[in-house]
């Protein structure tokens, strides 16, 4: 597999590369922002991980613009221990997830090999209907498109980001079901271990900010101790 690290600070790129490479991964290094955005646009690498503080262009807007052309290659945000604006702000601008500076090196390989199955989980799952699949789901007056990839309420277009969509879409095609945080991680993400992050709870809080809050009946559904549903409510 094909890494890309985006990271100024020298010294703490070098160490990645040459712990990546000993791992067998092949790895590019960009020391700015903005070759960092040209190379991640390449499509020519299976994960990028990228610093938040980047002369040039900072790393939660390169991976702002990356998303509006690459939906699909994993980001795994480098932040600071505790920096727990940076991990939301990060999530927001479409990283799959983020790993606190300082870190083992065994830990980030786990993230490595969990984060790089997304490409296929996402092909498998949101590309593409199976056969015999509906292209269309209607819940009360929520509206999905799965060929178009257009989500409607009350008739009126709603903006998705692609992991949110991506999520949403999940929630749907498992209507009526009780999906845990785990399964979510696996199907969404690609994600087989539990993270130690509220990530999944920050996006369902993104969905329903957009899907669920300025509507009725409320749809997206927590069930404490098992995790999330999309269902009408009880009468």
């Not at 991964?25 to 610093?51: F, H, M, P």
């Not at 002369?55 to 980001?75: A, H, I, S, W």
């Not at 409607?152 to 929630?171: C, F, N, W």
């Not at 009780?178 to 509220?198: C, P, Y």
Request: charged content about 30%; hydrophobic content about 40%; glycine content about 6%.
């Amino acid at each position: 597999m094909k890494l890309l690290v985006v990271e100024d600070e020298t010294k703490v790129a070098e160490v990645l590369k040459r712990g990546l490479t000993e791992a067998g991964y092949e790895t590019d290094v960009a020391y700015d922002g903005q070759i960092g955005l040209r190379l991640a646009k390449s499509g020519s690498y299976d994960l990028v991980l990228l610093d938040i503080n980047l002369p040039l262009l900072n790393g939660l807007e390169l991976c702002k613009q990356l998303r509006e052309t690459d939906e699909v290659t994993p980001v795994l945000m480098l932040t600071a221990l505790g920096m727990s604006d940076d991990i939301v702000a990060g999530l927001e601008a479409g990283a799959d997830d983020y790993l606190p500076k300082p870190f083992r090196f065994n830990e980030l390989y786990a993230r490595i090999k969990a984060l790089t199955r997304r490409k296929k989980i996402y092909a498998d799952h949101f590309t593409q209907p199976e056969s015999g699949e509906q292209d269309k789901f209607v819940l009360a007056d929520l509206e999905i498109d799965f060929d178009a990839r257009e989500v409607k309420r009350s008739g009126k277009a709603i903006q998705l980001t692609a992991k949110e969509y991506a999520l949403l879409e999940y929630l749907a095609k498992n209507a009526g079901k009780v999906r845990s945080r785990l399964e979510i991680a696996e199907s969404v993400w690609g994600l087989n271990f539990e993270t130690g992050t509220n990530f999944i709870d920050v996006y369902i809080n993104y969905v329903r900010n957009k899907v669920d809050k300025p509507f009725r009946p409320k749809l997206i559904h927590t069930v404490t101790g098992f995790g999330y549903i999309l269902k009408l409510p009880e009468a």
